[in-house]
């Protein structure tokens, strides 16, 4: 993302939250939400505005059709529309190369800029107009342009409804307590971003730049930090989202469940990416027959949802291959489920369900990071084919800074559910206990804010991973 990410924290978000709180009357402050979310998404990449506008009047328009008639031509037209402008601004280079390559042909490559978060804000308006369809509450242009433009969510998510949306929109409060929450998840979140998934990205970026000639110890532990750093830097920006959100008095759907606890890959598709997850079972799983059909077409349509999803993320192969490999890995548990049902229940299929998982997980994010697949498979040769590594991977080990070190194993312990645990701990207190160390967390939670403030400062803030897709 272009937006200076520094300016936002320093200039752009403490502004629109002082602002806010001074504009009178609910309708004026939704006002003000849809311009900060315009400018907002100006500063980001302008050029992209004029599709967040169309995107929000298509469908707002078939969605005024829709609520007064259910017709089957004009919700096809409008999913169709989604869709070709997804393509027309994130696949069509992609297209155009792949049948020149095969076809020989010399087709010109039109590269168009693609608007920021388009696979998000695209998505939200298709469940918007779908839902619609299926007999849920239209909306005014305005207030579908709002729901479409969130500033918190409309580079990276999460993907939420219009039902869950426009309740809010009509009617919402932010108490002391609210906003006092919500600046804690935000801060929380951002030190995700900042202090974890900065910290460990260049071990990551290292591994992945030398590829077949990292080594095994540089390559497994590059693969390594780079499931650390995407799952702080997209559930810190999640995080951010909700806490902002919460600021502003609205409720934002959860992205995130401690994925990497999941003991199977339909157990890690229930925590990660929530919101995309259950958009895919909705939207695309379920109206293709979901296991309604037999198992042969169940397991043809976990395929194809993966598929979709891998390139939903962008266009390139290695996403597509990334999606494969979870859809034929979810197939595969499919064809074993009650088997593996009753082995998990066991502490030795407990045990192995994590570790199976985990692994599946963190090669398939090679395939994710990868620039090319002919850099995963470098990769994936580096961390199975034990020889000797190159000087620059040696190098590259020694120079690990220890900053980067402490982040990983931050990483590692907070992907596991110790903030849950320690909560039921100190429910069972006694109140003064309880106020004590609510205290502290606020204190701890005001320190940690300084310390973000000051590595942002410093030129830490990366753009966010996810703000590509």
């Not at 080990?397 to 701990?425: D, N």
């Amino acid at each position: 993302m272009d937006l200076n990410s520094t300016l936002f924290l320093f200039f752009f978000f403490p502004a629109a939250l002082l602002l806010y709180y001074i504009v009178p009357g609910q309708k004026l402050k939704n006002g003000f939400l849809l311009l900060a979310g315009l400018v907002f998404y100006a500063l980001g990449r302008w050029q992209g505005m004029a599709i967040l506008l169309l995107s929000a009047l298509l469908n707002w328009a078939a969605g005024a059709i829709l609520s007064r008639r259910k017709s089957k031509p004009v919700i096809a037209a409008a999913v169709i529309l989604n869709i070709a402008l997804l393509v027309c601004f994130k696949y069509l280079t992609l297209l155009t190369e792949t049948a020149n390559g095969l076809f020989s042909l010399s087709l010109p490559a039109w590269e168009l800029a693609v608007p920021v978060g388009i696979s998000f804000f695209t998505f939200k308006a298709m469940s918007y107009v779908i839902d619609v369809y299926r007999g849920g509450e239209a909306g005014g242009f305005f207030s579908v342009l709002l729901y479409v433009s969130f500033f918190p969510q409309v580079t990276s998510g999460p993907i939420a409804r219009f039902g869950q949306f426009a309740g809010q929109i009509k009617d919402r409060t932010v108490t002391a307590e609210g906003a006092a929450l919500g600046l804690r998840r935000f801060t929380v979140g951002l030190a995700k971003k900042l202090l974890i998934a900065g910290s460990v990205a260049p071990i990551a970026d290292k591994a992945f730049e030398l590829g077949g000639d990292a080594g095994m110890a540089l390559a497994w532990l590059g693969a390594i930090a780079y499931t650390v750093q995407l799952y702080f830097d997209f559930s810190g920006y999640s995080d951010m989202a909700i806490g902002l959100g919460r600021m502003f008095g609205f409720d934002t759907p959860e992205n995130f469940d401690y994925p990497y606890i999941a003991t199977s890959l339909r157990d890690f598709w229930k925590r990660w990416h929530i919101s995309l997850s259950s958009w895919f079972q909705d939207y695309l799983y379920i109206p293709l027959g979901g296991g309604r059909r037999g198992k042969v077409r169940k397991c043809l349509n976990l395929l194809i949802v993966f598929a979709v999803s891998g390139l939903w993320h962008g266009a390139a192969w290695t996403f597509l291959l990334w999606g494969l490999w979870h859809g034929a890995f979810s197939v595969l548990e499919n064809c074993a489920a009650s088997g593996l049902k009753d082995f998990q229940k066991t502490a030795p299929g407990r045990i192995f369900g994590h570790v199976y998982t985990l692994i599946l997980v963190c090669l398939g994010f090679v395939l994710f990071r990868a620039s090319s697949p002919a850099n995963a498979l470098g990769v994936f040769r580096a961390m199975f084919v034990p020889v000797s590594p190159v000087p620059a991977a040696v190098t590259a080990l020694e120079r690990i800074a220890p900053s980067a070190w402490l982040a990983l194993c931050a990483g590692i312990a907070g992907s596991l559910p110790i903030v849950p645990w320690l909560r039921a701990k100190i429910s069972s207190l006694g109140e003064t206990a309880r106020s004590w160390l609510t205290g502290l967390s606020l204190v701890g939670t005001a320190a940690l804010f300084v310390v973000c403030m000051l590595a942002a400062a410093g030129g830490n803030f990366q753009p966010f991973i996810y703000n590509q897709f």
